[in-house]
């Protein structure tokens, strides 16, 4: 069964930096695009970015150029790089795969979730 899985989340102070990482656990195919989401509880799971098979980008507007999605050397695997974090960033970060890029739908799969927490 194919998983998404992802590691590099932690607790970092105000103003600090972190990188999140996504890999497949075996391969799903090419043409995948990729994007990170977030979710705090009682609200919506949301955008934070996306990535094309084609290198376009679509960030979410509270991303004010601070966090960059990347996508690996190796086929499948994705990075989030979060800089000048805030303490609104705090929240369970998914990886997602999807064969489009519809990024407002919730398709595709999805990895376990890795928690941020921005917090002095």
């Known amino acids: 069964q194919v998983q998404l899985v992802e590691s590099g989340g932690g607790l970092v102070q105000p103003g600090g930096s972190l990188r999140l990482s996504c890999a497949a656990s075996?391969?799903?195919?090419?043409?995948?695009?990729m994007g990170w989401y977030r979710q705090v509880p009682g609200k919506q799971r949301e955008l934070v970015a996306g990535?094309?098979?084609?290198?376009?980008?679509n960030y979410a507007d509270f991303v004010e150029g601070r966090f960059s999605i990347l996508r690996g050397t190796a086929k499948n695997t994705m990075y989030l790089q979060m800089n000048s974090l805030k303490p609104e960033d705090t929240a369970v970060y998914y990886c997602?795969?999807?064969?489009?890029?519809?990024?407002?739908?919730?398709?595709?799969?999805w990895g376990q979730g890795t928690q941020v927490t921005v917090s002095s």
């Open positions: 075996e391969s799903i195919g090419s043409n995948i695009n």
């Open positions: 997602n795969a999807r064969r489009d890029t519809n990024w407002s739908y919730y398709g595709g799969l």
């Open positions: 990535l094309s098979t084609r290198g376009a980008t």
